[in-house]
């Protein structure tokens, strides 16, 4: 078999895209588990060939995207599995939302290639975000967006802050309340943690998003 053909981008009726290796007895669903041999698979109405295909980020860059934007890394391969599994989170929360972003991976043993990438977003405990990801295009674009979202939570906060301090020099009555609000954790967060200010890295129009993650400077920068 040709190198070329080899790696497949395979779709389930689930939502799922990955690759998968023609060099493999079958094909598994990394979202369902639907497994395939692969002369089933050409007349199953369930899961399809869309053509050759190849994640193009390596596993080295991937995590060297995530790292810099603070994600945590658990690996959960076992011996047996086929592939390596690999999940990773980044937490971030102010008073009124909890962001949890999970990455779950899969790569082929052996071999410095990608097999999936599912990623998946919660706020304060709802899901509101799952799908795969074939590009590193597709990774930045999600996380930056993340990142926007997370910053226009914590301006609200601070003017939310602001406002309630501003009741308590006028208010006395107000002064219990407004002295209970928890600190700028929220801001605290950004910048210590997984976000930096995109000023810093890279030149941009004046009154632009000041806050990005990490990855998409990386990803411009490329
Ligand atoms: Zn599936």
New binding site residues.
Partial sequence: MAEADRYVELG?????EWIEDRLEPDAT?P????KLSWNKLETSD??GIAGPGRIDMSPDHFQQILENCSFVETRSSSRRSRYNSTIWTHLFANPQTIWEVTIALTSFKGDEQLRSITFSLRLSGLPVLCTSLMTAEQLVFLLAAIARSMELAATRGRRWQRASYAGRLSNPYQHDRGASLPPLCAERRLAGGALRPLRESLPLPAGRGAWHLHAAGLACAR
Wanted: glycine share 16%.
């Fill in positions: 389930c009726s689930c939502g799922a669903c979202w369902c588990g639907l369930r899961m």
